[in-house]
């Protein structure tokens, strides 16, 4: 069974400071690799994915994640935090394939609170 | 991207009553939806996917009877909560599936706060 893993509940960053926010992952074959944010009372919105090609992967408002095969891990980063980056942060992985009823279930981690302090 | 939508963005009904949440793929065909429900602080947990036509197909766990999902057209997909209670209070979180090619994504509805009283 597949897996995601987002091992702090919170991470607290200081506004201007680079960000990272962790996640690894468990799946058999090679994984498809989400991020999603979010904010209070709202729906996901999609940041960046990872399917194949280049390790470090470019996304939305700034955001990039890196894909580390080896540690199964593909951690999220920003250069420079924003305060309005302030949100819930969510890891997702995906089986390659198809499955018996013809769909791909996304598995979620159970979100990670980012807080940029101004 | 593509857009998806959800109503009503909020609900509060009556202990008893039926709530039914629509989900709209706004600019694009679905052949598949999914229906998500998160609790405060946790993650989002598939209840049920909805197959255009067909019947959907839920996770262990969720009551089918309790849980109608209708999914009658490309674009709709409906989630009916019958004999709603207290503790069906939580965030519902719709998605559908664009297939075009080998380009296979989810978009996400914004979410529908069903409080029962």
């Known amino acids: 069974a597949q897996s995601v893993a987002q091992p702090e509940d919170q991470v607290n960053v200081a506004e201007g400071n680079p960000l990272t926010v962790k996640c690894t992952y468990s799946v058999s074959g090679n994984p498809y690799l989400f991020w999603y944010v979010q904010y209070p009372n709202r729906g996901l919105q999609f940041l960046l994915k990872y399917i194949t090609g280049d390790n470090l992967v470019k996304g939305s408002y700034g955001f990039e994640a890196e894909f580390n095969k080896s540690q199964t891990s593909f951690h999220l980063k920003k250069p420079s935090a924003l305060v309005s980056d302030s949100a819930l942060y969510f890891c997702a992985v995906r089986a390659p394939g198809w499955v018996s009823g013809g769909y791909q279930k996304v598995t979620f981690g159970t979100g990670t609170k980012l807080q940029v302090i101004p | 991207g593509a857009v998806v939508s959800q109503h009503p963005s909020w609900v509060i009904c009556k202990s008893g009553t039926s709530v039914k949440i629509e989900c709209r793929s706004l600019?694009?065909?679905?052949?598949?939806m999914f229906w998500y429900r998160q609790f405060p602080k946790q993650s989002l947990m598939l209840m049920a996917t909805?197959?255009?036509?067909?019947?959907?197909?839920?996770e262990q766990g969720v009551e089918k009877d309790k849980f109608l999902i209708n999914h009658a057209s490309l674009t709709l997909s409906t989630l009916t909560v019958t004999s709603a209670h207290p503790e069906d209070s939580s965030f519902y979180i719709c998605?559908?599936?664009?297939?075009?090619?080998?380009?296979?994504?989810?978009?996400f509805g914004p979410g529908t706060r069903l409080t029962v009283l």
């Open positions: 998605s559908a599936r664009w297939r075009r090619g080998q380009y296979n994504e989810q978009f």
């Open positions: 600019d694009f065909q679905a052949t598949t």
């Open positions: 909805s197959n255009e036509g067909s019947k959907a197909t839920y």
